[in-house]
Nanobody, 131 residues
């Protein structure tokens, strides 16, 4: 069993910053890649960012590259998403997810773009960015 709880969402103006947190329990946190996805009304769930189980490899969607940063603190069993230069199109429910594969071979990191590669999901946290 893996439990994920997101927090930190809220209302911001365009250009502002926000940091999301995802606390994990019920697993050996450091052995699994983690990711953030988001879903806006009427749209499919969209990949945002992922970080390897070792913490040294990250990947970002083109839409957030240069603005968002994913990181993890294994001492706190927590993954973060630092969001800078927010845009109205960032408005969505943000979900964290844990990789279903133990110590995934990161030479195949492209697999982490697929939602079905993840075994557990949090409940989501709402981020709203006004223009």
């Amino acid at each position: 069993q893996v439990q994920l709880v997101e927090s930190g969402g809220g209302l911001r103006q365009a250009g502002d910053s926000l940091r999301l947190s995802c606390a994990a329990s019920g697993q050996t946190f450091s052995n699994y890649a983690m990711a953030w996805f988001r879903q806006a009304p009427g749209k499919e769930r969209e990949f945002v960012a992922a970080i390897s189980w070792g913490g040294s490899i990250t990947h970002y969607a083109d839409s957030v590259k240069g603005r968002f940063t994913i990181s993890r603190d294994n001492t706190k069993n927590t993954v973060y998403l630092q969001m800078n230069s927010l845009k109205p199109e960032d408005t969505a429910v943000y979900y964290c997810a844990v990789d279903s594969r133990y110590k995934r071979d990161m030479r195949k990191r492209f697999e982490l773009l697929r939602p079905n590669e993840y075994g557990s999901w949090g409940q989501g946290t709402q981020v709203t960015v006004s223009s």
